[in-house]
C-alpha cells in the first residue's frame, strides 16, 4: 500500500502515527485511572463509571456556557476551571454514593456490579431528563482545537497534545498520593490487610469512601478532557465503559503500574492495526489477543501479591 | 369494545347486533349538523379500527428513552405538531386524531410488542414511527399479518417495499446519486475516500456509492467501518491524508460523528479546502457536533431548514413556537412530518379509514404543503422528492447550494447496484 510515496512521506506518516498511537493510549489511560483505583484498591466494580465522566463533560458544558455569557474575556482559560468542577462534583457525587449504597455492599462484590450498574441507568436518565436527550455541544476556547503544523505533512492536534499533559499529570499525581504520602499508605494497607490496617489505627471506613471519592473525581476529569475529542450525551458513557474495563482487567486488576503497560499495549495495537486494516477488524482483532492472553493469564499483566 | 364500528358483521352475537342497533339509534338522534359534517362511521371504518364519530386513534412509535431517544425525539415532536395541525383544522374526515404514544426503548423486541399493541389492542388506524432499519424490521411481519400501516420517516438503505409501509423519507439512491454525481461535476472529484459505521445502512449505501463512482470512471482509494460508538479517528484521519482523495465521504452516526469531526479538525484538515460530503449529518446532530467543527462540509438530502420556500417558513415557524425557540429541524424530522400530512390526505382521497383503501389512495398521491416542496407517492410506496446539497456553516445551518432539477425517482432496489 506504499507504493509511490517518497521516503519522507513516508516517515512523516509512521511519525502521526506513532503520535496517533500515544494520544489513545494517553486517552485510555486517563479513562482507566479512576477505575484501576476504584477496582484495584477497593475491589468495587463500579459500573456507572463511564456516568462519572460524562457528568464531568457537562459540567464542562455548564462552565462553558457560563464562562460565555458572563465571562467572556476569560473564556480562553474557562477549560481549567471546567477539569477543577469536574473533578469536584464527580468526587462529591462518589463521596455520596459510597456512603448511601456502596459501603453496605462490601463484602458482597458482584452485587456491587449490579447496584452500580443500576446507578449508572438513574444517572443516564438524570442527565436525559435535565439535559435533553440530545447531545450538548460543548463550544472550546480556540487554542485548543487547532493543529500545530510542523512540516507540510505533519500536523500535531493540540487537543492530543492536552490530553497527553493532562494524563502525565494526573497519573503523577496519584503515584505521588499513593506511594509518597501518608494516605496512601493508608489505602495500599487497608486493601492488603483491612482487620491490620484498623488494629494499626486506620479509620479504614474513611479510607474507602475518599478512595471512592477521589476515582469518580479522577472520572470526571477525564470526561471534562474528552469534551475535545468525543461527544457528551445522557449515554455517552458507555461509549467508554468496554475499554475502560479492559484496560484494567488486562492489566491486572490490583496494578497501577500494570493499568499503564496495558493501556499502552492495547493502544499501540489497535492504532497500528486501524492503519492497516478496517476499524472494526482492528477492534476484533485487539479484543481476540487480550482474550487469549486473559486465557493464559487470568490475573493480567501484573500482580500484586495479597495477603489474604 | 363498542359493536357500532361493526354494525353490519353477520359474525356478531345476536346481543352485540341488539346493541350496535341501540347505538346506531342514539347516533341518530345527535344534532344534525355535526353529522351532516361526518360521513358515518359505518361507511368509513368497515374493518373494525378506533374510528369513532368523532374520533380516531392512531399511534406514535418512537424511542423516547435509550440510546436512539437522541435521533427520534424530532421525530416525534414532528408528528405531533401535524397531527394538531390537522386536529386544528378539523381533522380527517370530521374526526379529531387521538394520539397514543409508546416508547420503542431502542430495544428492537420492545418496538414489535409496542406495535402489535397499537394494532390489535388498541385498533390504531395508523401508526408514524420507528427510525432505525432494525426497529422497522422487527414490526414489519406484525404490520404485514395484522394489515397495519406503517409511515416511516428515515433515510435508509432501500432493498425493501412493503404494502403496509410508506416510505417518507428518501431511499439511498436518492441520497446517493444525486450527490456524487454533484461533486464529480463541481469539485471535478475524481477519487473517494468511503467511512462509515459499520451496520447495514453505512454498508449497503457504500456499496451503491462504490459502484456509481467506478462506473462513471472515478477511484476509490480507500473504504473503512467503525463499530458504532467508536471514539478514536486518528489512525483513519492519517490513512486519509496519505492517500489525498478528493472527497472523504462519510457515513458515520451517532456519538462517533462527534469524535470523527473533531478530530478531524484538530488533525489539521481544514473542510474549506478537503471536500467532505455526508449523508449522515442533519442538523440535529451538529448541535453535538459544534457547527465551527463541521463548517465547510456538504451534506446530500432532501430537506434542510434554511429551505427558502413558504411551505417551510410556515413549517419551521410552527415548529419553533410549537418546540422552543432554538428547536432545529434535520432531514427525519420533515420527513416524519410528512406521515400525517400524507395518511390525512388518503383518507380523504379514499373516503375511508380502511387500511386498503388508504393504501390504494396512497399511490400517486401528490402533497403540495410538504416543507420540502411537491412530494408524491411512488407505486413503490416511497416519495418521489428532491435531492439538495447543502454546505454546513458555523451556526450549525446548512446553506443550500444545489437542488435536483427534477424530482428523483426511488428505486429502492437498484439494477446494477447490488
Same mark, same amino acid.
Not at chain 1, 297 to 300: D, K, L, M
Not at chain 2, 121 to 125: E, M, R
Not at chain 2, 186 to 190: H, I, L, N
Given at each position: 500500500m506504499f507504493d509511490g510515496y517518497t521516503a519522507s512521506q513516508l516517515m512523516s506518516i509512521f511519525a502521526m502515527q506513532g503520535f496517533a498511537g500515544l494520544i489513545l493510549f494517553s486517552v485510555f489511560l486517563l479513562m482507566a485511572l479512576g477505575l484501576a483505583i476504584i477496582f484495584g484498591q477497593m475491589g468495587v466494580i463500579n459500573m456507572a463509571h463511564g456516568e462519572f465522566m460524562i457528568l464531568g463533560a457537562y459540567v464542562t458544558f455548564l462552565t462553558s456556557n457560563f464562562f460565555q455569557s458572563n465571562l467572556p474575556h476569560f473564556f480562553g482559560g474557562y477549560f481549567f476551571f471546567a477539569m477543577a468542577f469536574a473533578f469536584l462534583a464527580a468526587g462529591a457525587l462518589g463521596y455520596a454514593l459510597e456512603w448511601v449504597l456502596i459501603r453496605h455492599l462490601y463484602r458482597r462484590p458482584l452485587d456491587t456490579l449490579l447496584a452500580t450498574w443500576g446507578v449508572s441507568m438513574i444517572l443516564q436518565q438524570v442527565y436525559r431528563s435535565v439535559f435533553g436527550a440530545r447531545e450538548v455541544g460543548v463550544v472550546l476556547p480556540d487554542w485548543l482545537m487547532g493543529s500545530y503544523q510542523v512540516t507540510d505533512m505533519i500536523d500535531v492536534p493540540i487537543n492530543g497534545m492536552f490530553v497527553m499533559a493532562l494524563t502525565a499529570t494526573i497519573t503523577a499525581a496519584v503515584f505521588a498520593l499513593m506511594f509518597r504520602s501518608t494516605w496512601g499508605l493508608q489505602v495500599r494497607a487497608v486493601t492488603q490487610n483491612r482487620v491490620m490496617a484498623g488494629a494499626a489505627g486506620i479509620n479504614g471506613k474513611r479510607v474507602d469512601r475518599l478512595t471512592f471519592a477521589l476515582g469518580c473525581g479522577i472520572a470526571g476529569v477525564a470526561g471534562s478532557a474528552f469534551t475535545m475529542v468525543g461527544s457528551t450525551g445522557p449515554t455517552a458513557g458507555q461509549l467508554y465503559i468496554v475499554d475502560t474495563f479492559l484496560v484494567v482487567v488486562f492489566g491486572g486488576a490490583q496494578s497501577l503500574f500494570g493499568t499503564i503497560a496495558s493501556a499502552f499495549a492495547i493502544s499501540q495495537s489497535q492504532s497500528t492495526m486501524e492503519f492497516f486494516l478496517s476499524g472494526s477488524m482492528a477492534k476484533v482483532l485487539t479484543l481476540l489477543t487480550v482474550v487469549g492472553i486473559l486465557l493464559l493469564?487470568?490475573?493480567?499483566l501484573f500482580v500484586v501479591k495479597v495477603r489474604k | 369494545m363498542t359493536s357500532h364500528r361493526n354494525p353490519g358483521g353477520s359474525t356478531l352475537p345476536h346481543w352485540k347486533r341488539l346493541v350496535g342497533a341501540a347505538m346506531l339509534s342514539a347516533t341518530a338522534l345527535a344534532p344534525l349538523d355535526v353529522l351532516a359534517a361526518n360521513p358515518p362511521t359505518a361507511e368509513v371504518n368497515t374493518t373494525g379500527l378506533a374510528v369513532t364519530d368523532t374520533e380516531v386513534t392512531v399511534g406514535i412509535l418512537h424511542s423516547? *428513552?435509550? *440510546?436512539m431517544a437522541i435521533s427520534e425525539t424530532g421525530s416525534v415532536q414532528a408528528e405531533k405538531l401535524a397531527i394538531e395541525q390537522i386536529n386544528a383544522m378539523g381533522g380527517v374526515l370530521g374526526r379529531q386524531i387521538k394520539y397514543i404514544q409508546e416508547d420503542g426503548a431502542s430495544d428492537w423486541p420492545t418496538f414489535a410488542e409496542k406495535a402489535r399493541k397499537l394494532l390489535v389492542?388498541?385498533?390504531? !388506524?395508523a401508526v408514524f414511527g420507528c427510525w432505525t432499519s432494525a426497529s422497522r424490521k422487527a414490526v414489519l411481519p406484525i404490520f404485514e399479518r395484522e394489515n397495519g400501516l406503517l409511515y416511516y420517516p428515515t433515510f435508509y438503505e432501500g432493498l425493501e417495499q412493503s404494502k403496509n409501509v410508506i416510505y417518507t423519507g428518501q431511499e439511498a439512491t436518492q441520497q446517493i446519486l444525486a450527490g456524487l454525481d454533484w461533486v464529480a461535476e463541481?469539485?471535478? !472529484?475524481?477519487s473517494f475516500y468511503l467511512l462509515g459505521s459499520d451496520y447495514i445502512w453505512p454498508r449497503t449505501s457504500n456499496k451503491i456509492a462504490r459502484k456509481h463512482i467506478e462506473m462513471n470512471g472515478m477511484k476509490v482509494v480507500g473504504e473503512d467501518y467503525f463499530p458504532?460508538?467508536? *471514539?478514536?479517528?486518528n489512525s483513519v484521519i492519517n490513512k486519509i491524508k496519505l492517500t489525498k482523495p478528493d472527497v472523504i465521504y462519510a457515513i458515520i452516526v451517532g456519538g462517533s460523528n462527534v469524535a470523527f469531526y473533531k478530530q478531524l479538525k484538530a488533525a489539521g484538515i481544514d473542510l474549506s479546502k478537503q471536500t467532505l460530503l455526508t449523508i449522515s449529518v442533519t442538523e440535529d446532530e451538529i448541535q453535538g457536533i459544534g457547527g465551527e467543527n463541521i463548517a465547510g462540509a456538504y451534506a446530500a438530502m432532501k430537506y434542510f431548514q434554511s429551505l427558502d420556500n413558504e411551505n417551510n417558513k410556515a413549517f419551521v415557524q410552527a415548529f419553533q413556537e410549537r418546540w422552543g425557540k432554538d428547536i432545529v429541524i434535520g432531514d427525519v424530522t420533515q420527513a416524519a412530518y410528512l406521515g400525517p400530512w400524507l395518511w390525512k390526505a388518503a383518507v380523504e382521497k379514499a373516503g375511508s379509514f380502511d387500511v386498503d383503501k388508504v393504501r390504494e389512495a396512497s399511490i400517486e398521491l401528490e402533497l403540495t404543503t410538504a416543507p420540502e416542496g411537491y412530494v408524491k407517492i411512488h407505486p413503490n410506496h416511497h416519495l418521489w422528492s428532491k435531492t439538495r446539497i447543502g454546505l454546513a456553516r458555523a451556526d450549525g445551518q446548512y446553506d443550500v447550494i444545489y437542488e435536483t432539477k427534477e424530482l428523483m425517482e426511488p428505486n429502492p432496489f437498484p439494477e446494477g447496484y447490488q
Open positions: 493469564r487470568p490475573q493480567g | 423516547v *428513552t435509550g *440510546t389492542n388498541d385498533k390504531a !388506524a463541481e469539485k471535478g !472529484a475524481k458504532l460508538g467508536h *471514539t478514536q479517528f
